[in-house]
């Protein structure tokens, strides 16, 4: 059973940064590989970026590649979303996920998922 808590989210103006942070409960963290994703309003929750296991291999969407970097700290049970240079369309609730397929951009793939937290970007 793992339990992930999500926070950093914000307002922030086009071209700033933000860093979420998505904190897990258990023991088991470090066997489990992690993916964000992001729900907008009126729209299906998306894929943005997933880490293996032991945090070797990262997968992004296309619309965030070269500006968000997933990493994760299996010392301290947390996964990490550095996003830079956001837009507007990266508007969305932002949500962290703990599954057994590496790398997947698949959310039925995920077993447990936090509660979210909103990222707003003004134009």
């Known amino acids: 059973q793992v339990q992930l808590v999500e926070s950093g989210g914000g307002l922030v103006q086009a071209g700033g940064s933000l860093r979420l942070s998505c904190a897990a409960s258990g023991r088991t963290f470090s066997s489990y590989a992690m993916g964000w994703f992001r729900q907008a309003p009126g729209k299906e929750r998306e894929f943005v970026a997933a880490?293996?296991?032991?945090?070797?291999?990262?997968y992004y969407a296309d619309s965030v590649k070269g500006r968000f970097t997933i990493s994760r700290d299996n010392a301290k049970n947390t996964v990490y979303l550095q996003m830079n240079s956001l837009k507007p369309e990266d508007t969305a609730v932002y949500y962290c996920?703990?599954?057994?397929?590496?790398?997947?951009?698949?959310?039925?793939?995920?077993?447990?998922w936090g509660q979210g937290t909103q990222v707003t970007v003004s134009s």
């Open positions: 996920a703990a599954g057994y397929n590496s790398g997947s951009y698949r959310s039925d793939d995920y077993k447990y």
């Open positions: 880490l293996s296991w032991r945090g070797g291999s990262t």
